[in-house]
């Protein structure tokens, strides 16, 4: 089983929007996929609950606790999940600690302004202590400038960066409030073709990660 933590310190990085729309991409291509909501606001948890229909997505709260998250854990996989995304949220060191050494792989959103990328630095530290899987993606970016371009060059030095990052597009945000995902939302819209591209980039990522390829 895939186990995927999406994970920054910084408050609104875009965790959720991650993880709701790689759950639906995953889905669509027949993955059984669990969400496993950490953040006690359960703002994933209501995403799902909205949903007219799971479309082979589950999603259940999991108390802050590094048994719950193991328990968890255990019935995804008994259960024949192949992909269990954890969303989070704040600083709850000993937990996220805990969770990185359970992944096959971290996500680690960040926006490209300079206090998100200053405030991501005490993520990659805990990251690259541990020597796990971890990539970047870039989220929030202006359509147009040049901040992906500078936001990556910042981020290459620690890791590798998602070559496609989320565009600022009202479809998250709409998606989001209906239980969507964006392609769900409207296949036509320019956020699909852009999560198609991650969600690709990041299962190919994890598994030369997982077996110390380089990759490009
Ligand atoms: N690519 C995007 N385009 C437009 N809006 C976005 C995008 N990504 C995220 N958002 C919006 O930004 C806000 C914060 O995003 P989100 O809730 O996913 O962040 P988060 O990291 O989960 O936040 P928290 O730390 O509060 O859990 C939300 O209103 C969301 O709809
Ligand atoms: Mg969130």
Redesign the pocket.
């Known amino acids: 089983m895939q186990i995927w933590f999406v994970i ?1 310190q ?10 709701t729309n790689l759950a639906v991409c995953a889905a669509e291509q027949n993955k059984k996929v669990l969400i496993g909501d950490l ?1 006690p ?1 359960e ?1 994933t948890v209501k995403w799902w609950q909205s949903r007219e229909e799971d479309k082979g997505i589950q999603a259940v709260k999991v108390p802050q606790n590094v048994d719950q998250v193991k328990k968890v854990l255990d019935v995804a996989k008994l259960k024949g999940f192949d992909l269990l995304i954890f ?1 989070t ?1 704040g600083q709850d060191t000993r937990l996220h600690n805990a969770i990185i050494e359970l992944a096959t792989l971290c996500i680690v ?1 960040c926006q490209p302004s300079l206090p998100d990328i200053r405030a991501v630095k005490s993520t990659i530290g805990m990251l690259e202590k541990k020597d796990v899987p971890f990539v970047f993606l870039i ?3 202006p359509p147009v400038g040049h901040e992906f371009e500078k936001t990556k060059q910042g981020l290459s030095a620690h890791g590798l960066v998602c070559p496609t990052p ?8 709409n998606a ?1 409030a209906l239980g969507l995902g964006v392609s769900e939302y409207d296949p036509k819209d320019k ?1 699909v073709l852009e999560m198609n591209h991650i969600f690709q980039w990041i299962t190919k990522a994890e598994s030369k990660l997982t077996n110390r390829e380089v990759i490009r």
């Open positions: 920054t910084k408050g609104g990085a875009g965790k959720t929007t991650v993880v953040d606001q703002t969303d949220v959103p989220t929030r970016c989320t565009i600022e597009r009202k479809a998250y945000k989001y956020a």
